[in-house]
């Protein structure tokens, strides 16, 4: 590789670095400062008229496992024997515990989404047997 | 090169510590929303499923990065035990929201 290929690299390598480090930054910055709002990050969505919606607990799980599992990594990612390095290996435990995390999460969400879903088709239903008594009853003079 | 890496590593360390340290504060303080997390959202009670789901969550999360930090060139065995537990937990929670799912499918409840 000429030396010229080799300072280009150099060069490309440095820009990206300090690209990703500003957007790092910028980021964390307006995760401060509250430009970007983790007010509802564990929160369910929210439901039509309710101002503010609840915590979620497998949320907060699935988001505790994402950053230990993601810790974990960059750690052994750094304490390779030969420099940086991906592991050549990744447990298959440590794909188990987000799985588990990860399945929790999908499932209480569906569990949740089925149970609104019935309780919108309750209503629907109690408003037209409502709507049906009103409508059989004589009109008042 | 190598101070490449070397400036590479540490922004990706400091991102990483950042996110976590700005998060948990977070929590801590109450700018996110952690109202409900305990109770049971459709009697609106304190829930003890949830609260043993949280708490083998903290004790396998905890455990598992002690054991990352205690030996970090690999990733460690994960005991099957714990996974038996976390799996517990979760099972246990998840099935009490399931009960209340079926309960209210089929108008079992008075």
């Given at each position: 590789m000429s030396e010229g290929m080799a300072n280009l690299i150099l060069a490309i390598g440095w820009v990206t670095v300090v690209f990703v480090g500003a957007l790092g930054a910028i980021i964390l910055i307006q995760m401060i400062t509250g430009?970007?709002?983790?007010?509802?990050?564990?929160?369910?969505p929210a439901k039509p008229g309710q101002e503010n919606p609840e915590a979620s607990l497998s949320r907060f799980q699935f988001l505790v496992f994402t950053f230990v599992v993601a810790m974990s990594l960059l750690l052994v990612i750094v304490s390779q024997k030969d420099g940086p390095a991906f592991p050549g290996t990744i447990s298959p435990d440590v794909l188990a515990l987000i799985g588990i995390s990860g399945g929790s999460y999908l499932i209480s969400k569906g569990i949740q989404t089925s149970r609104d879903v019935g309780l919108e088709k309750e209503k629907a239903k109690q408003k037209e047997a409502e709507g049906g008594a009103e409508g059989s009853q004589p009109p008042t003079a | 090169m190598e101070i490449l890496a070397t400036v590479i590593k540490w922004e990706i360390w400091v991102f990483m510590v950042g996110l976590v340290v700005v998060v948990g504060y977070q929590l801590l303080i109450g700018r996110i929303n952690t109202a409900?997390?305990?109770?049971?959202?459709?009697?609106g009670e304190f829930s003890p499923a949830r609260v043993q789901l949280l708490l083998f969550t903290f004790i396998a999360a905890g455990v598992y990065f002690l054991q990352v930090a205690a030996e970090p060139k690999e990733f460690p065995a994960i005991p099957q035990e714990m996974l038996y537990l976390l799996g517990g937990s979760n099972l246990f929670y998840l099935g009490g929201k399931g009960w209340a799912l079926v309960s209210q499918l089929f108008h079992l409840k008075s």
């Open positions: 430009k970007i709002d983790l007010g509802h990050l564990i929160s369910e | 409900g997390m305990l109770n049971d959202k459709e009697s």
